[in-house]
């Protein structure tokens, strides 16, 4: 993912509004760290529960150790997102994981969250997406794999990866995307930052 790669950026705020206690703040898929708990910034201690949920345990285990020693409420989940019951959440983030579910399956899965959310929460969505414009698509895949060569990966690496993801990983186009936000009832939303074919945008409720 290249945007480990670049300087940090904080994300926007946990919420429109300051969480409300008694909810979650919920990392969907791959919880590296719960998003390494960035969502805390500005949270009383107690008053929200991090909740992070991925079907592999090794990945859970993994954010068990990073987040060893946080006074933040935490609650790792193993279970598939497509089908658990999400708690009322002022925050739920789907970090590049909604290009991995059947696109059969999106807008249900994005319905669900936005449901979760209370009133005033917010739905984090970054995604590799697609140009609308094969030439322009085209152009992004260029400069993002320049990008990498810039960072050290080999060309094997680079060739690798895009092999490994070969109709495996399935783009949406932003608008494409933005039609499933208006379907699961979270039209207000907007695009935070954009770095390439990666994209982030973030939707109130």
């Not at 904080?10 to 979650?24: K, S, W």
Request: a neutral charge.
């Amino acid at each position: 993912v290249p945007l480990s790669r670049q300087p940090h950026r904080r994300p926007p705020g946990g919420a429109a509004n300051p969480p409300p206690p008694g909810t979650a703040i919920s990392p969907l898929g791959a919880p590296d760290g719960a998003a390494r708990a960035a969502p805390r910034d500005g949270l009383t201690a107690n008053a929200v529960t991090l909740i992070g949920i991925d079907n592999s345990a090794a990945m859970l285990a993994s954010c068990e150790q990073r987040l060893r020693g946080t006074e933040q409420p935490v609650k790792l989940v193993n279970a598939d997102i497509a089908s658990v019951e999400f708690e009322p959440a002022s925050l739920i983030m789907l970090n590049f994981t909604l290009q991995f579910v059947p696109p059969s399956e999106r807008d249900a899965l994005l319905a669900r969250a936005a449901s979760a959310l209370v009133p005033g929460g917010a739905l984090l969505l970054s995604e590799k997406i697609r140009a609308d414009s094969a030439r322009v698509d085209s152009v992004l895949i260029n400069r993002h794999e320049d990008f990498k060569r810039r960072n050290a990966y080999s060309e094997l690496e680079i060739a690798r990866k895009r092999e490994s993801l070969e109709n495996v990983l399935i783009p949406d186009t932003t608008r494409a995307l933005q039609a499933r936000l208006d379907r699961a009832g979270l039209p207000d939303h907007g695009i935070w930052l954009q770095t390439f074919n990666f994209l982030s945008i973030v939707a109130l409720k």
